[in-house]
């Protein structure tokens, strides 16, 4: 069973350009989310995709947008880099509805983002 | 809002000896609560998850985590450490009477490091 998977594992940026990571969530899960770790820090909620759609969104900026596919892949795009986009950007799958309501989830090894 | 403490920056323990890793949450209802572990240049990998019940739960690896509401905390624990459970170990939380905030919030995590 393939775990959760990301792509490409790193990239390398200029100041102004765009950006398009990818995810493809663990076998049998419906939900995405996407979050940054800068370095030293915890994963911070960039946001969560359930049905094609935007569930709930952290607080990033509208650069930062996302897609997710008939498949459940997502997508992560980021517009405008700026440096401080340099992070880890995880994507973590789990399922929607589970008995309790509590989504697990799991998470890939990520894409490390340089910005120059 | 819902936010998690990592008080210490870093832990040192002698292989063999026992190690705590301390997490203290904030939450507007009942929690779930999370440890993840993360190795360099990996994702996060699940250890345990606290929704109800016994408030001593057990994980993979050995690990524990107590649940203390009184005092709002979550610590991690494992009665005798290994030199390969040096990792840096997140704290997360989420508000199960939230249901429409699926998303994790993350401490800022602490860097375990035990000693041959």
């Known amino acids: 069973d393939a775990g959760v998977t990301q792509s490409p594992t790193h990239l390398i940026k200029t100041r102004g350009q765009q950006v398009t990571l990818r995810c493809s969530p663990k076998?049998?899960?419906?939900?995405v989310s996407w979050y940054q770790q800068a370095l030293g820090q915890g994963p911070q909620f960039i946001f969560q995709?359930?049905?094609?759609?935007?569930?709930q969104r952290g607080n990033f900026p509208d650069r930062f947008s996302g897609h997710q596919f008939p498949n459940y892949s997502s997508e992560l795009n980021v517009n405008a880099l700026l440096l401080g986009d340099s992070a880890l950007y995880l994507c973590?799958?789990?399922?929607?509805?589970?008995?309790?309501?509590?989504?697990?989830?799991?998470f890939g090894p990520g894409t490390r983002l340089t910005v120059l | 809002a819902q936010s998690v403490a990592q008080p210490e920056d870093q832990v040192k323990v002698a292989e063999g000896n026992p190690l705590t890793v301390k997490c203290t949450y904030s939450?507007?209802?009942?929690?779930?609560l999370f440890w993840y572990v993360q190795y360099p240049n990996r994702g996060l990998q699940f250890l345990l998850k606290?929704?109800?019940?016994?408030?001593l739960v057990k994980g993979s690896y050995g690990f524990e985590a107590e649940f203390n509401k009184s005092q709002t905390s979550f610590h991690l624990k494992k009665p005798s450490a290994l030199v390969s459970d040096s990792a840096l170990y997140f704290c997360?939380?989420?508000?199960?009477?939230?249901?429409?905030?699926?998303?994790?919030?993350f401490g800022s995590g602490t860097r375990l490091q035990v000693q041959p």
């Open positions: 939450v507007s209802g009942n929690p779930y």
């Open positions: 606290y929704i109800t019940g016994d408030n």
């Open positions: 995709y359930y049905e094609e759609e935007e569930r």
């Open positions: 076998s049998g899960h419906d939900t």
């Open positions: 973590a799958s789990s399922l929607r509805w589970v008995g309790d309501g509590l989504n697990e989830q799991f």
């Open positions: 997360a939380v989420r508000d199960s009477t939230d249901t429409g905030r699926r998303a994790l919030t």
